[in-house]
């Protein structure tokens, strides 16, 4: 936060003293002030403050002490302390040159005093005087230099600064906006002020996770420090450290590791190796080094930046406490408890002291005592402390805010160490719910940065923690409540992710679009409300608001819902007994998660290894959900791995070895994971020969129908089987079904056609279509996908089955081939009644180790389908211009509500993202979020013909009455039956590929 230096001051006062005092008086002054003013420009600081000095002692003698150049010369001299973090001698300066102002009684004077002493109240922690004075000056400025001046425009934004460090964050986005107006039109002469406003709002949309809005902000203020300074000025690296932690909170961590070595070094070598700034960009590099996994590399930057700390601000500055809280932290990581407890001792007594017991910074101080507590198995002291801490985030935030459940959760975890697993349950199912509420209410308003961040690094964690409850309590409670937080758990992410595509979709009905923008609008006041805290005297009525606004967003939520025909079971907690209800008689719902077990024993160590655990749960009536632990994820992904391999290498076995004996090789294959993950579940499902499985990670990638039985037999010859995101699919939407249009047919894209032939092909289908976007285009390379190879096949397929569908619709079907198997084409789709797209899937798998960008992080960009014109160079024109690769995220976005059935034929358009937890946010989960009831989807080539045939024999079979799932089997079946009569084997290669999901 920067105050009002006023130049033309010290201009003024030079020549006033030129023409008013002795000759040899003026002389001396004027060389002085002349030299002080040289000295700062040329960042040599110690030298300028000692002349500024000289220059006020001497104005005392020849004006008074209460003269405004006397009071400007000392204004100078405390602006300087404070630049170089010498704030007790700011403070005390800057106090000096106010209260010579105040005798004057001129208020524009007073109004700047007023500023420069608030701003070193704030960098001293004296955020209630700094507000108090900040206040006072904006009225001043206002008053003496007209609203729209500058001086009032640089108040605004010091005083934003305060009130977003106090937790206004609306008020300060506010006050911020209204300065950049000014500012932007003063930009010549204020480009400095401009980037800082520009970076501190920024900072205020990093805070509500708004990053999206941030990161242009954030740069565009480094690049005009640069143009102002140059690039090695200290303003540049105050700036470069804010970009550098949005780049941190976004996942670019290398990036930001470069920009804080940068900041770092650019601030030592201008105002040396002790300044207080340096502690910030410190910190900041040691939490990033944590991230990247160089935690030993973190130590040194944070001891550092605690002794800048307590050497520039003393020893009780809350930014002393915030490094000692992290300095602990990593001492508890590190196993070094009696380091980590003296620091967070230290850290909380600062906080108490400086805000009181109560204060929220002080909740999270009792937090991170009470995790080190439990490291230290010092149970009831770590009881005691989170129930502190609870109280007072209780009396700050709403009643299901994260932070809340957070200390849920830690509560659960303690009564699970003391054997108290009913109070557990209670406290986990507390924490689940408020979550879930948490994620549709707030969560589905911020940016996809900041969902992704709170999905994979508190949502997952936490759910796993509860569930490792069910898992080690192996209680009936626990089973029943877990089960529900599964059910609420799986798919959430990709839901989320997929929310702004849905709204932007249906903002597009008019009927819809007015509910919308008011359902849009009450979620963004409840994330406003519910994510900052006051210390207000409002508190009682923001807390009311936040209850109005809860009850609005559940009604105006369901009436979306209703009138969009979205499901509302998206929307709501679906409880156990609900989904129970939906289950047929004859079925079974197998809910499989891949857990990170947590030790509710050692609170040292935490987790174990993962395990897959599958929760049966039956129709409603007396049977009892049940747990089944399968084993470690360790065994059974090696299970996956190898039988995968065997799948989708068997066409050069069977020609090869002949289809008998390669089936029998796949066979040996299989029996490791069928024994793992379908024997155990066998031993529970009693008579049901209807299994709805959910399955989680690698086990979306295996067709469970393929797995042999110890009879001989195939589970598809045994059992229906059908797949479902998240058992509360099965449970019905409340919005109006629509009625289908015409079937659609994709086949055989021609992915080598030029631009040109996609445009010829975009006008004959689109007579109204712009292509004025086209025809700038210019090649920005190709994409990373690499080179389709045609489909020839697929478009006898298509023309083998269109007579089934058009006969099973009623109504004629288009089919779209070649080059007129166009992008545009799908995204015009208005709710075909069925739609098959025979083409390439893929899903872009990160490795491992790789940290995925702000757009990789989101699996829905990563999965997709190629249609014409992919192979062609990735143009870069207008919006309206279409590449060829369709992407699970544009999928959303088209209109499928009235779509039955979508048959994907094609390679691999079953997979997804399978890392543990989420299950699969591929294509199948993208075409259901569109609104798809059903989704047949392939796990593998297979040849032309055996796919034409099976699709012929699904179609006949819905055609004569069955429904999907029932079809897909028996059409599996007739082809298992013919080829062992005619091969005397029926190799799965040739017909488990095909998986449905849905209804």
């Given at each position: ?440 209410q707030t969560l589905s308003v911020l940016t996809e940065p900041e969902q992704i961040v709170f999905l994979k690094e508190i949502d997952q ?289 021609n992915y080598d056609a030029t631009p040109k032939e996609i445009q010829t092909a975009t006008l004959q289908l689109f007579k109204n279509r ?20 045609r489909l020839p096949g697929t478009k006898s397929e298509a023309k083998a089955i269109q007579p089934k569908i058009e006969s099973l619709a ?190």
């Amino acid at each position: 936060m920067s105050a009002i230096i006023l130049r033309s001051l010290v201009v003024t006062a030079l020549i006033a003293l030129a023409s008013t005092a002795g000759a040899q008086d003026a002389a001396e002054v004027g060389r002085l002030v002349t030299l002080a003013s040289q000295l700062e420009k040329q960042e040599r600081f110690e030298e300028a403050i000692a002349t500024y000095n000289r220059t006020a002692e001497l104005c005392t003698q020849i004006f008074g002490l209460n003269h405004k150049y006397t009071g400007t010369m000392y204004g100078s001299s405390g602006n300087l302390y404070r630049r170089l973090g010498r704030y007790p001698e700011a403070e005390k300066t800057l106090q000096k040159s106010l209260d010579i102002f105040e005798a004057l009684g001129d208020p524009f004077l007073v109004a700047e005093g007023v500023n420069n002493l608030a701003a070193v109240k704030y960098e001293l922690g004296k955020y209630p005087d700094a507000l108090a004075l900040h206040r006072r000056s904006v009225k001043l400025f206002e008053t003496t230099s007209g609203e729209g001046s500058v001086a009032a425009a640089v108040g605004r934004s010091n005083l934003a600064g305060v009130l977003h460090q106090l937790g206004h964050s609306t008020e300060a986005a506010s006050l911020y906006r209204k300065s950049l107006k000014t500012l932007e039109a003063n930009q010549d002469t204020q480009r400095k002020r401009l980037a800082d406003t520009l970076s501190n709002l920024a900072n205020v949309y990093l805070a509500e996770g708004d990053l999206a809005r941030a990161e242009p902000l954030s740069k565009h203020a480094v690049e005009l420090k640069e143009a102002e300074f140059g690039p090695d000025h200290f303003e540049v690296a105050y700036t470069l450290n804010n970009l550098a932690t949005l780049h941190g909170h976004m996942g670019q961590y290398a990036r930001a590791d470069e920009e804080l070595q940068r900041s770092i070094r650019i601030i030592e070598s201008t105002l040396g190796p002790n300044h207080v700034e340096i502690a910030r960009s410190l910190t900041n590099l040691a939490r990033i080094r944590i991230v990247m996994d160089k935690a030993p590399e973190a130590e040194t930057p944070y001891l550092r930046a605690l002794k800048i700390r307590e050497s520039t601000l003393g020893g009780d500055h809350p930014d002393v406490a915030t490094s000692l809280e992290h300095l602990g932290s990593y001492y508890m990581i590190a196993g070094r408890y009696d380091e980590a407890e003296a620091a967070a001792l230290r850290g909380l007594q600062i906080r108490e002291k400086k805000f009181g017991e109560n204060h929220l910074s002080v909740s999270f101080s009792l937090t991170n005592l009470a995790q080190l507590r439990l490291r230290q198995n010092r149970i009831p002291d770590a009881l005691e402390l989170l129930q502190k801490a609870r109280a007072i985030r209780e009396s700050k935030f709403a009643a299901d805010h994260p932070d809340i459940a957070a200390i849920d959760m830690w509560l659960g975890w303690i009564s699970m160490h003391e054997k108290k697993s009913d109070q557990g349950v209670a406290d986990f199912d507390k924490s689940r719910r408020s979550i879930r509420h948490y994620v549709e209410q707030t969560l589905s308003v911020l940016t996809e940065p900041e969902q992704i961040v709170f999905l994979k690094e508190i949502d997952q964690p936490q759910l796993h923690t509860a569930l490792s409850a069910a898992v080690v309590s192996k209680q009936q409670s626990g089973i029943d409540a877990s089960a529900g937080w599964v059910l609420n758990g799986k798919g959430i992410a990709q839901q989320v992710l997929a929310e702004r595509a849905l709204v932007n979709r249906d903002a597009k009905n008019p009927t819809v679009a007015a509910i919308l923008e008011s359902l849009v609008a009450i979620r963004k006041q409840l994330a406003s409300l519910s994510l900052v805290s006051t210390e207000s005297a409002d508190e009682k009525a923001r807390r009311k608001k936040i209850q109005d606004l809860t009850a609005r967003e559940a009604e105006t939520a369901h009436l979306v819902n209703e009138v969009a025909g979205r499901s509302a079971s998206r929307s709501e907690y679906v409880e156990l007994d609900r989904v129970r209800r939906n289950i047929a008689d004859d079925a079974m719902l197998v809910e499989i998660v891949k857990v990170q077990v947590s030790d509710f024993v050692d609170p040292a160590r935490r987790k174990f290894p993962e395990r897959y655990i599958a929760w049966i749960i039956p129709p409603a009536g007396d049977q009892k959900v049940q747990l089944v632990d399968l084993g470690t994820a360790e065994s059974i992904d090696a299970a996956i791995i190898t039988a995968r391999e065997k799948l989708t290498g068997s066409l050069e076995q069977i020609r090869d070895q002949g289809e008998p004996d390669a089936e029998a090789e796949l066979k040996k294959g299989l029996q490791p994971l069928a024994k793992l993950v379908f024997e155990p579940l066998l031993a529970v499902l009693g008579d049901s020969q209807k299994l709805y499985i959910s399955p989680d990670a690698g086990l979306w990638l295996v067709p469970w129908g393929a797995l042999p039985l110890a009879n001989g037999k195939y589970a598809v010859e045994q059992f229906d089987i059908r797949y479902v995101i998240s058992g509360r699919d099965l449970v019905p939407g409340s919005g109006a079904a629509a009625a289908g249009t015409r079937p659609i047919l994709m086949a055989d894209p021609n992915y080598d056609a030029t631009p040109k032939e996609i445009q010829t092909a975009t006008l004959q289908l689109f007579k109204n279509r712009s292509t004025a976007g086209n025809q700038q285009a210019t090649p920005a390379g190709k994409n990373r996908l690499g080179t389709a190879p045609r489909l020839p096949g697929t478009k006898s397929e298509a023309k083998a089955i269109q007579p089934k569908i058009e006969s099973l619709a009623n109504t004629e079907a288009y089919l779209y081939t070649d080059q007129w198997a166009l992008e545009a084409v799908f995204k015009s789709l208005r709710q075909p009644q069925i739609l098959v797209i025979s083409t390439h899937g893929f899903f872009r798998e990160l490795a491992a180790e790789e940290a995925p960008s702000a757009a990789d992080a989101n699996p829905l960009l990563r999965c997709g389908l190629l249609l014409a014109g992919c192979n062609q160079p990735v143009q870069v024109a207008s919006e309206d211009d279409e590449d060829g690769i369709l992407t699970g995220l544009e999928i959303v976005a088209t209109d499928l509500r009235g779509t039955d059935l979508v048959v994907l034929s094609a390679c691999e358009t079953g997979l997804g993202e399978v890392r543990g937890g989420e299950g699969v946010a591929g294509l199948r989960q993208a075409f259901q979020l569109a609104g798809a009831k059903s989704v047949v989807a392939t796990l593998w080539q297979i040849p032309d013909r055996e796919t034409a045939r099976l699709m012929t024999e699904f179609f006949t079979q819905l055609a004569e009455g069955s429904d999907r799932s029932a079809a897909l089997r028996q059409a599996q079946l007739k082809i298992i039956s013919s080829r062992r009569e005619r091969n005397e084997a029926a190799h799965p290669f040739f017909w488990a590929a095909f998986t449905i999901t849905g209804q």
